[in-house]
């Protein structure tokens, strides 16, 4: 609060009282310094893979390109940080749209165990390569939700991503679907992973935020994963959450208005 202080004089008397106004400038400033962090957070993610590019990309002008086996290594750190950078710029691009409400969703009729096989499938690779076994549940009485399509598909996408890379080899998913009596839709995916120190669980969907960040850039993460998951869920009306254990695993809920066909809440 900023406080700004007018002295009323009368006449004779000199100083008859102060008028005091109270400014609430909180708001605006938090706004302001929340602005000024993200674009740092930018630059920074985006300055990093962009040196190492430069550096490997002039070791490789420095003669290691007439060594084949080292240029190869080269080049291929160079690709993965551009794959890493485009990732990051496509984040940026999916949370500009899902800021502020001001998102339209192109909500459709969705078949639900349809929407949740589907991104099984496209983690399949993935679920394989580290022999992770996920598993889909859905209520019987749930079968087609309106909803945006391709925005909870980005959201099943990013926890389902999260639930295989924060899992060890060997380990569970499952993602489950169900009414909560509310008139709501509550989909958890819940893994078997590494978990979340409970002093970390509040700023986990701060944009950039990691617990671990060598092993989410290891991962290829981006931090921008569940900011972009709680942006779309907003838009939508509804809210996400996360609980976890260390060692045991953690579970992310997406709870959804269940709308008619046609009207959107307000
Ligand atoms: P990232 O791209 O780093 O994965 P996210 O926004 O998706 O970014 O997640 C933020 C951080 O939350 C991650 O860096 C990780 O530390 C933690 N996290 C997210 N999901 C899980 C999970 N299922 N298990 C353990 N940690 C997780």
Same mark, same amino acid.
């Given at each position: ?16 009282? @102060?008028?005091?106004? $109270? !400014? ?8 302001? +310094?929340? /602005? =000024? *962090? ?50 990051? @710029?496509?984040?940026? $691009? !999916? ?8 998102? +339209?969703? /192109? =909500? *459709? ?50 926890? @389902? ?106």
């Amino acid at each position: 609060v900023r406080v700004t202080l007018t002295p009323i004089r009368s006449r004779d008397k000199g100083v008859a009282g @102060v008028i005091a106004v $109270l !400014h609430d400038v909180t708001e605006a400033e938090k706004l302001e +310094q929340s /602005r =000024r *962090e993200f674009v740092a957070n930018v630059s920074h993610e985006l300055r990093t893979p962009l040196t190492t590019i430069k550096s490997y990309a002039e070791a490789l002008d420095d003669g290691a390109k007439e060594e084949p086996e080292l240029a190869g290594r080269f080049v291929g750190v160079i690709r993965s940080e551009t794959e890493r950078m485009i990732r990051l @710029v496509s984040d940026l $691009l !999916h949370l500009s749209r899902f800021d502020s409400r001001r998102a +339209q969703l /192109r =909500r *459709e009729m969705t078949d639900l165990s349809e929407m949740l096989e589907e991104v099984v499938d496209r983690f399949s690779f993935q679920l394989r390569q580290k022999d992770i076994m996920a598993t889909i549940d859905v209520a019987p009485n749930l079968n087609t939700v309106w909803l945006d399509r391709d925005g909870i598909d980005q959201v099943l996408d990013n926890l @389902v991503s999260n639930a295989i890379k924060y899992t060890l080899e060997g380990g569970t998913i499952l993602i489950s679907a169900a009414g909560n009596g509310a008139g709501q839709l509550v989909i958890a995916v819940r893994d078997t992973g590494i978990g979340i120190p409970k002093k970390d669980l509040e700023r986990i969907f701060d944009r950039f935020y990691r617990v671990d960040k060598a092993r989410s850039r290891n991962m290829g993460g981006t931090g921008l994963g569940l900011s972009i998951a709680r942006e779309i869920v907003r838009a939508h009306g509804g809210t996400i959450s996360l609980d976890s254990e260390v060692g045991i695993g953690s579970v992310v809920t997406v709870t959804l208005p269940i709308v008619q066909e046609g009207s959107e809440p307000a």
